[in-house]
């Protein structure tokens, strides 16, 4: 028996979800949609928010710090900003490593 492909696209996922959950495409659509947004605003929280399983979605601050441009060797300033990291889950490591 051939293996299926593994869901590259958002719609690929969206017939996967569908077909897993026997739901149709649109409600596999919705789904997908309200766990980005819940994803979204629980990472605009201080703590950030876990997906179990997979990982936690966290807002950071990053401080001010000296670079150097690439093209002209030049020392340059780059600004103090927040940035959204994705730290991933020790059962997603495991699942994705195992041998």
């Known amino acids: 028996m051939a293996k299926k ?3 590259k696209t958002k719609s ?3 017939a996967a979800l569908a077909e897993a959950g026997e739901i ?3 409600q596999a659509g919705a789904l997908y949609d309200t766990l980005l947004t819940i994803a979204y605003a629980g990472a605009k929280d201080p703590k ?3 997906l179990p399983g997979l990982g936690k979605l966290i807002k950071v601050k990053r401080p001010a710090r000296k670079g150097r441009n690439p093209a002209t060797g030049a020392a340059i300033k780059i600004p103090a900003k927040t ?3 994705f730290r991933l889950a020790k059962a997603a490591k495991d699942a994705v490593l195992s041998k």
Request: hydrophobic share 45%; glycine share 6%.
């Open 5 to 7: 492909a593994t869901p």
């Open 12 to 14: 690929e996922i969206m």
């Open 48 to 50: 950030g928010i876990m």
């Open 24 to 26: 149709s495409k649109k």
């Open 83 to 85: 940035v959204v990291k």
